[in-house]
C-alpha cells in the first residue's frame, strides 16, 4: 500500500461574486506526517492566482464531518444535507467551500485504513526530526 493517498474532489466556492462555481481540488495524506492532511487548490481557483495548499488536522476533519469544529485558520461543519463547510481564514480574507461529506468520509476512511487514528504516533520517524532540529545548532 502506498504510503500517500491523494483524492480529487468537486469544491463548491462560496463567494458574493463567483468567479467559478465549483473548483477541483486534492486532499493528500501522507503516512509520514500522519496527523497533517493537505487540501490543495489550483491557481484558477485562488485569489493570489497562485496553487494554494492548506495544512490541518485530520482529527478536525474527521470531527468537523459530523459537528463543528475548529476555532483557528481552519474550520470544518456539516453544511445541510450531505456537505460539508470548510473555511479557510487568512488574513486575506476568508474562503468557504462545500463538499460532499461522503467524498470527506471515503478519504478518512483511506487514511484509517493506513494510519489507525490513535496510532499516528507509531508511524512518526522522531530521531530523523530531532536529526533534523539539532543539524544547524552546532
Do not use: C, K, N
Not at 69 to 96: K, Q, W
Amino acid at each position: 500500500m502506498s504510503p500517500v493517498i491523494e483524492q480529487a474532489v468537486r469544491a463548491r466556492v462560496i463567494a458574493a461574486v463567483p468567479r467559478m462555481e465549483t473548483v477541483p481540488a486534492t486532499l493528500r495524506y501522507d503516512r509520514s506526517d500522519p496527523f497533517t492532511v493537505y487540501m490543495s487548490f489550483p491557481a484558477p481557483a485562488t485569489l493570489e492566482g497562485t496553487d494554494v495548499t492548506w495544512e490541518f488536522a485530520r482529527e478536525l476533519l474527521a470531527t468537523g464531518v459530523d459537528g463543528p469544529a475548529g476555532a483557528g485558520d481552519v474550520r470544518v461543519r456539516p453544511f445541510g444535507y450531505g456537505r460539508t463547510a470548510l473555511e479557510f481564514h487568512a488574513p486575506e480574507g476568508t474562503a468557504m467551500v462545500h463538499l460532499h461529506t461522503s467524498e470527506l468520509r471515503r478519504f478518512l476512511e483511506r487514511a484509517e485504513a493506513l494510519v489507525p487514528a490513535g496510532h499516528e504516533h507509531l508511524y512518526l520517524d522522531l530521531d530523523h526530526d530531532l536529526t533534523e532540529l539539532l543539524r544547524d545548532a552546532r
